[in-house]
Structure formats: C-alpha cells, structure tokens
C-alpha cells in the first residue's frame, strides 16, 4: 500500500456514524472499495449512495459472532478479497464502580472488546492472504484510567493489549496491526451515557477544548495504512492540542 487504496478491500465496522464514516467516506476517496457495517444499517444507505458501487452495506452486530462472520464472508463475495480491517465500532457507557449497572459492563465489553475479536478472527485468514492490515480504533482511555470510567478503560486497554499479541503474531507474516488512540473526538459516543452527572462532566470536558473532527481520525487511519507495505505505523496517538489528560 503506498499513496493509494487502489484495488484494495476494506471492512469498517460502525459505520454508521462518527470515525467509521468518517473513516469509510476518507478510505474509499484513497481508492478502495469499502464495505461499511453496522447494526443501524438504515443510516448506511445514503452513505453507499453517495459512493455509488464503492461501497456495500453490512447490517452487523459485533456482539453476535455468526453476524461477524457473515460480515466478512459477505465481504469478500462481494468484492473477491478483503485487505484491510478497521474495527472502529463501540460504545462507552460511563459511571462510577459503586452501584454500576453492570448489564451496561457487559454491553462494553462485549462490543468494544469482544467484539473487536470476532472480526479479527473471522477475517484474518483473508488478511493473511492478502497481507492486509488490522486498524484497531482504541482511546487515551486505553493509555491512563479515569475515574468513572473503569470498565471503557479496561476494554480500550485490552484492545491494544490484544493488538499487540496480534502484531507479534502475524508480522512476519506481512499483516501490519495498528492502533489509533482518538482523544476527545465530537462524536455521539458520549450520548451513550446514562449517568446524568458524568454526562455533564464529559460534555464540560469537551466544551473546554477545541475537540477533534471525525476526519481527523479518519486522516490518521488513512495514513497508516497507505504506507509502503514495509512501512508499519504500530500506533498513532491523537489528541486535541487542548487536551491536557
């Protein structure tokens, strides 16, 4: 891969909105054909009309591990092959440890984290083949614990701990692994959580800063993985230049 996407096939996962659009929308004008997946597929279909017969639309839940499958599979009948895989859906639902709803722990852990498993191993055998990429969209929150948010810092630590054992795994393999590591990005990601106070705190956050854009993180996405195929960017960390933690 260098410069270009040219003849290359990529699968983002949550799609729908935010840095996997961003990411589909950035991918797809480099040159590949993307397919672009999500459980809110009704969101993908503008998106697919406006890159007419660059994209296909998936309907996909990372927590149900046939949908992965499908997924990939869907992929790679559409298109022939499957080059590069950016697993950027999740969800954050911040609170305190004490008296946590603890289905909401579980929902996190299994698409951010789980999730994200699944489709790297549905698809790793045709990104061996191809000598693909892995792009694992992880966070700061995978880099430092915060208070009120224990179990998102957990799943984003243990992407990019799973990120690693990968890396070792299949380099010599040719199958680049990179980790992105958004920090404040304007998203919807933070609606998710149910807290009214840690809501509040979040939103006061990033009223503070100038946060990033979606094609931000879409930019870096791109840049790694148009480097020459001898050329690994492991991983990129992005932050607001406000972002002081």
């Known amino acids: 891969m260098s410069g270009t996407l040219e003849g290359k096939v990529v699968l983002v996962t949550g799609a729908s909105s ?5 990411t589909a929308v950035a991918l797809a004008e480099a040159g590949a054909v993307v397919a672009v997946g999500a459980r809110r597929a009704d969101r993908l279909k503008s998106l ?3 890159h007419q017969d660059r994209m296909l639309v998936l309907e996909l839940d990372l927590t ?6 499908d997924a990939v599979a869907a992929t790679v009948e559409h ?3 499957l080059d590069i895989l950016v697993n950027n859906a999740g969800v954050m639902l911040s609170g305190p440890i004490l008296g946590a709803d603890t289905a909401q722990w579980t929902r996190m852990v299994e698409t951010n984290l789980l999730g994200s498993m699944y489709a790297v191993h549905a698809a790793l055998p045709h990104l061996l083949d191809r000598k693909g990429a892995v792009v694992q969209i992880s966070s700061t929150s995978g880099r430092t614990a915060s208070a009120a948010g224990a179990v998102y810092g957990a799943t984003k630590f243990g ?3 799973f ?7 299949v380099a010599t393999q040719g199958v680049r692994v990179i980790v992105i590591e958004p920090g404040f990005v304007a998203t919807e990601l933070a609606s998710h959580i149910t807290d009214p106070a840690i809501q509040a705190m979040a939103k006061s956050m990033a009223d503070s800063m100038r946060t990033l854009q ?9 840049y790694a993985v148009t480097q020459p195929d001898h050329v690994a960017v492991d991983e990129i960390l ?3 230049t406000d972002q002081t933690r």
């Open 159 to 161: 992407v990019t701990a």
């Open 79 to 81: 298109f022939g092959a």
């Open 214 to 222: 979606p094609e931000d993180i879409a930019g870096a996405v791109r």
């Open 48 to 50: 697919a009309e406006d």
């Open 18 to 22: 935010g840095i996997g659009r961003a």
């Open 64 to 69: 149900d591990q046939q949908s992965v499958r």
């Open 238 to 240: 992005v932050r607001p």
């Open 163 to 169: 990120a690693e054992a990968l890396r070792r795994e």
